[in-house]
T-cell receptor, first 116, second 112 residues
């Protein structure tokens, strides 16, 4: 059972280049999320999706786009990378939220992105 | 001001000590509360959910105070292997959905 898989795990980009981060989950989760983690800032939500074909902005969406064409995949795109986007990116997924206790988030291993 | 606040620490404690972390949240409509553990350069992993009546898992005890909007984590008999960053997470309501919102994390260092 793979859980949540992110690719790539490491990447170095030049300013202005574009790239797509792929997140795949095999747990049939409805909700998927993209976070970035920077020193001292914790996990900040970039975009999220509550189901196939739907996306919404999180706390820090500028400079990123997302798509959820299939339930199991959630793609994060950087159209024109900037040094400020140097970070560790985590994808996560969960069952549909609400009052139920079993709505923990399962994380991928992260993507370390450096923009030079 | 972040919606979920934690003291970043670090908390530096000897083996065998008892240590407690608190986490406050701003949205009173929040549902579902969790503590995650994150090791250096790794992804966060669920440590335990936090239930309204409080819950215990071995050396770990979690409590929720809805009136004061905070959750806590108590670690008894600290081990060297407990050294990590502990993240609290709150599923906060937004647009009809409940989305995990994380604190900045509290760093714990357990020394011999």
């Amino acid at each position: 059972n793979a859980g949540v898989t992110q690719t790539p795990k490491f990447r170095v980009l030049k300013t202005g280049q574009s790239m797509t981060l792929l997140c795949a989950q095999d747990m049939n989760h409805e909700y998927m999320y993209w976070y970035r983690q920077d020193p001292g800032m914790g996990l900040r939500l970039i975009h999220y999706s509550v189901g196939e074909g739907t996306t919404a902005k999180g706390e820090v969406p500028d400079g990123y786009n997302v798509s959820r064409l299939k339930k199991q995949n959630f793609l994060l795109g950087l159209e024109s990378a900037a040094p400020s986007q140097t970070s560790v990116y985590f994808c996560a997924s969960s069952y549909k939220g609400g009052g139920a206790a079993n709505t923990e988030a399962f994380f991928g291993q992260g993507t370390r992105l450096t923009v030079v | 001001r972040k919606e979920v606040e934690q003291d970043p620490g670090p908390f530096n404690v000897p083996e065998g000590a008892t240590v407690a972390f608190n986490c406050t949240y701003s949205n009173s409509a929040s549902q579902s509360f969790f503590w995650y553990r994150q090791d250096c350069r790794k992804e966060p992993k669920l440590l335990m959910s936090v239930y309204s009546s409080g819950n215990e898992d071995g050396r770990f005890t979690a409590q929720l105070n809805r009136a004061s909007q905070y959750i806590s984590l108590l670690i008894r008999d600290s081990k060297l292997s407990d050294s990590a960053t502990y993240l609290c997470a709150v599923n906060m309501g937004t647009g009809g959905s409940y989305i995990p919102t994380f604190g900045r994390g509290t760093s714990l260092i357990v020394h011999p």
